[in-house]
């Protein structure tokens, strides 16, 4: 069974940064696209940044542009989420997910997506 481990998440201060990761077992991890997700309570889970099987396509929510990466290292079987100049309302639960395909142009959604972890907790102070 396929399985997502996110960590790196915490308490951070208004224009911190932090640096999730996802560690993914039980999968061909190398060829399939990987996107991060995350929801507050009583929200809707948003979609937070995409990346293609092989690194080089990104996507990423407007909220996200310029202050997030997205990246993977097919060796390691680990996606990271690298957060800089953090806001309050950034804080909520971040979710990595396993997309169906390689790459689309629609992995902002998340029914592009077949597996989730359980997600960690990222909580930006002001």
């Known amino acids: 069974q396929v399985q997502l481990a996110e960590s790196g998440g915490g308490l951070v201060q208004a224009g911190g940064s932090l640096r999730l990761s996802c560690a993914a077992s039980n999968t061909q991890f190398s060829v399939y696209a990987l996107g991060w997700f995350r929801q507050t309570p009583g929200k809707e889970r948003e979609f937070v940044a995409a990346?293609?099987?092989?690194?080089?396509?990104?996507d990423y929510a407007d909220s996200a542009k310029g202050r997030f990466t997205i990246s993977r290292d097919n060796a390691k079987n680990t996606v990271y989420l690298q957060m800089n100049s953090l806001k309050p309302e950034d804080t909520a639960v971040y979710f990595c997910?396993?997309?169906?395909?390689?790459?689309?142009?629609?992995?902002?959604?998340?029914?592009?997506?077949?597996?989730w972890g359980q997600g960690t907790q990222v909580t930006v102070s002001s």
């Open positions: 990346i293609g099987w092989n690194g080089y396509n990104t």
């Open positions: 997910a396993r997309a169906r395909l390689r790459y689309s142009d629609t992995l902002f959604s998340d029914s592009e997506y077949s597996y």
